[in-house]
């Protein structure tokens, strides 16, 4: 019988430990500005993904996109960490080719035009680190507005004639990023 008392004694004890590391962890709340994801294909269970682009969404929250994304300064596409796009095949922006790989992802906005920037900076957070010297392809794409106003920011692509447009919303503000094989 003391033997069984030790075992109980013992077992609650280690249960006890457990359950106090478990609730010793600290978990933070949820980001104001959520991690999401866009692909090309975007179906799920495409085994053959062109491009895929990890980014964080804000929100405008009263606010206008020209209060948040300052005209003429490097913004890291989203929140948080700089956008970081992977091309899983060889592609060209305008006339440069972007092998297969990680890179960032950056635009320069300005009232007509935004400048697309694909660096070979990985893992920073914004734009603070940002190199010009580091860029491995740039494009100016016309800004153009959209009907209805989106209050995340928000990426999306489909094909176009010879590849495909990654496109870029917030608020009415729409760009359009063409990718060519």
């Known amino acids: 019988m003391k033997h069984f008392k030790f075992i109980s004694a013992a077992t609650f004890a ?3 430990l457990f359950s106090f590391q478990l609730n010793a962890q600290d978990f933070q709340g949820l980001d104001k500005s959520p991690m999401d994801a866009a692909s ?5 269970k495409a085994p053959d993904k062109l491009v895929k682009i990890v980014y964080s969404r804000p929100q405008l929250k009263g606010r206008s996109v020209e209060d948040l994304v300052k005209e003429g300064k490097v913004w890291r596409v989203g929140a948080n960490e700089a956008a970081e ?3 899983y095949k060889d ?10 790989g990680t890179y960032s992802f950056f635009i320069i906005p300005e009232a007509s035009n935004w400048t697309a920037i694909i660096s070979s900076d990985l893992n920073s957070w914004g734009s603070y680190s ?4 580091n860029d491995v392809a740039r494009i100016n794409v016309p800004v153009t507005e959209g ?9 999306a692509f489909n094909n176009n004639d ?4 990654m496109h870029l919303g917030w608020g009415t503000v729409r760009v359009a990023i063409p990718f060519t094989m």
Not at 40 to 44: D, G, V
Not at 91 to 100: F, G, P, R
Not at 130 to 133: A, D, I, L, M, V
Not at 147 to 155: C, Q
């Open 14 to 16: 280690i249960a006890m």
């Open 147 to 155: 009907e209805e106003s989106l209050e995340a920011f928000s990426i």
């Open 162 to 165: 010879n590849g495909v447009s």
């Open 40 to 44: 090309y294909p975007s179906a799920h």
């Open 130 to 133: 940002y190199n010009e010297k």
């Open 91 to 100: 592609v060209k922006l305008d006339n440069t080719v972007i092998k297969a």
């Open 85 to 87: 796009i992977t091309f």
